[in-house]
C-alpha cells in the first residue's frame, strides 16, 4: 500500500507564500515524477508543476516565476514553495507521484494521488 500525505496549505494575503510538502510512504521502489496539480471550483485539474526522478522540470505559464518544486529522493517527499501569491491561485493543490511498486511479484507503475489541501489567497 502506498500513501501521499500532504501538509502546508492554509490562508495567506495576496502577496504571501506559503510551502506545501508531499510525503509518500509504503511499498515503493522507485519514485518517477512527482507533481502538484490544482483545482479550483467548477473548473477541472490541472498541472502546476512536476519533476522529474533526474530532476528535470516543468511549471505551468501561470505560475512559473513565483512557484518553485523540490524533491528529496531519500525522503520521498516533494515540496512547493509558493511565492507572490494571486487570488487566482486560490484552489485544492493535489499531490501526485508516479511510482514503482511490487504487485503479485511484478513490478509495476501507478499513479497515486494525495488528499488535497486548500490554498486560500484573499485579495
Known amino acids: 500500500q502506498v500513501q501521499l500525505v500532504e501538509s502546508g496549505g492554509g490562508l495567506v494575503q495576496a502577496g504571501g507564500s506559503l510551502r506545501l510538502s508531499c510525503a509518500a510512504s509504503g511499498s515503493i521502489l522507485t519514485i518517477n515524477d512527482m507533481g502538484w496539480y490544482r483545482q479550483a471550483p467548477g473548473k477541472q485539474r490541472d498541472l502546476v508543476a512536476v519533476i522529474t526522478k533526474g530532476g528535470s522540470i516543468d511549471y505551468a505559464d501561470s505560475v512559473k516565476g513565483r512557484f518553485t518544486i523540490s524533491r528529496d529522493n531519500v525522503k520521498n517527499t516533494v515540496y512547493l514553495q509558493m511565492n507572490s501569491l494571486k487570488p487566482e491561485d486560490t484552489a485544492v493543490y493535489y499531490c501526485?507521484?508516479?511510482?514503482?511498486?511490487?504487485?503479485?511479484?511484478?513490478?509495476?507503475?501507478?499513479?497515486?494521488w494525495g488528499q488535497g489541501t486548500q490554498v486560500t489567497v484573499s485579495s
Open positions: 501526485n507521484a508516479k511510482l514503482i511498486t511490487i504487485v503479485a511479484g511484478a513490478r509495476l507503475e501507478f499513479s497515486y
